[in-house]
């Protein structure tokens, strides 16, 4: 399995002094943070893709470029790259050449976000979003696996005899996560292209993302890509620690009163109940994290949203020491007990580079 993190990139004063950081800072410690979640032993660091105030990841490929070059092993991800708005041969190329930039440790997971005005901003209709998510995912399939293509859709002018370039880092395309909230649709689309799907596991219960995930599995296999149990399954979640949970929770309520997304709506107590946010010691995450499998199944990928809310940097480094010491260890370690052989390991771009050439030996 794969643990990492992923940011939302939101510039939120700290409600416990009022101080609210400059877009320079929240920019620049979200490159100290990936800098830390490498340090610390985790796999992955994803960025969100926003177009709005507060928020200031707008450019995630500018940010993972410099950040690849700065690091040497973690996978850096978006935790969204909106399908929806973005022209796909923009994102075939800039994918393209960010997975080239980083030696092949890129993937990226689309979406079609949660600002609803982003759609006119780029000439979009926000009725449209399903549509623009199948119709623009299925030229970004093509463009990186056909070297000259021809198409034409709805959403955008026809091509003709055109190649995106560069090409995908040895004829390998970035593997594409699907993410998704709430619609059927967007899991039903990782399953036929045998792509991953995200359930961002954040804002609703358990049994929510179980019938999204169930759904995916079914579909996937339905496809014929194995077995429901070998989907490629990753989820999010939400943690604050400390040594003790009674200093945890009294830490954070601030943060989680005032949150720009859950704030002044259900108590802390309430949305820890109703949803996988956890706060509190170390094991307590620990704990909670493992029972995701019971719920979901064997699956890849787990990130953890740290930085947002207004903490400081000081304390989301502090979370990251916590984590990468304490947390990430022991569920590697758990995880593994009892996982059965013919679950596959999360696809990076080596495992998927050995299967393009199995795929070749078996066809020559």
Do not use: C
């Not at 689309?110 to 998510?133: E, H, K, S």
């Not at 943060?255 to 720009?260: L, Q, V």
């Not at 979370?319 to 390991?345: C, H, M, S, W, Y």
């Amino acid at each position: 399995m794969q643990f990492g993190i992923f940011s939302v990139g939101d510039v939120t004063p700290d409600p416990t002094n009022g101080r609210t950081p400059t877009e320079h800072e929240r920019i620049k410690a979200m490159v100290t943070i990936a800098l830390k979640a490498e340090e610390v032993g985790l796999d992955v660091f994803a960025t969100g893709e926003h177009h709005n105030p507060p928020f200031v990841p707008s450019s995630p490929t500018t940010m993972l470029g410099y950040i690849a070059a700065r690091t040497e092993r973690i996978v850096l991800s978006t935790a969204t790259t909106l399908i929806t708005t973005n022209d796909p041969v923009k994102i075939a190329e800039d994918f393209a050449m960010l997975q080239h930039l980083a030696d092949g440790r890129v993937d990226l997971m689309m979406g079609r976000g949660n600002t609803g005005p982003v759609y006119p901003w780029f000439g979009q209709d926000i009725r449209q979003g399903i549509p623009l998510a199948i119709e623009n995912y299925a030229l970004l399939h093509k463009l990186w696996r056909e070297d000259v293509v021809d198409w034409q859709g709805r959403f955008r002018t026809p091509l003709q005899g055109f190649t995106s370039t560069p090409r995908p880092l040895d004829g390998v395309p970035p593997f594409v996560w699907h993410g998704s909230i709430r619609s059927a649709e967007i899991a039903e689309q990782a399953a036929y292209y045998g792509d991953g799907f995200f359930a961002n596991n954040i804002f609703w219960p358990k049994e929510h993302f179980m019938r999204l995930i169930g759904l995916y599995r079914q579909r996937y296999a339905h496809y014929g890509h194995g077995t429901p149990e070998q989907a490629i399954v990753g989820l999010g979640g939400q943690v604050f620690m400390r040594k003790n949970s009674q200093d945890a929770v009294r830490e954070f309520r601030p943060y989680f009163d005032n949150a720009p997304v859950y704030g002044h709506g259900p108590s802390l107590e309430d949305f820890m109940a109703e949803t996988p946010l956890t706060v509190g010691s170390p094991q307590q995450v620990i704990d909670r994290t493992l029972e995701f499998r019971e719920y979901f199944g064997d699956y890849q990928r787990q990130l953890f949203l740290m930085d947002h809310a207004g903490l400081p940097l000081k304390t989301v480094l502090e979370q990251l020491d916590i984590l990468g010491e304490e947390v990430v260890p022991v569920l590697r370690e758990e995880f593994a007990k009892n996982r059965p052989e013919t679950v596959p390991d999360a696809p990076t771009h080596a495992s998927l580079l050995a299967a393009k050439e199995r795929s070749a030996g078996v066809g020559a």
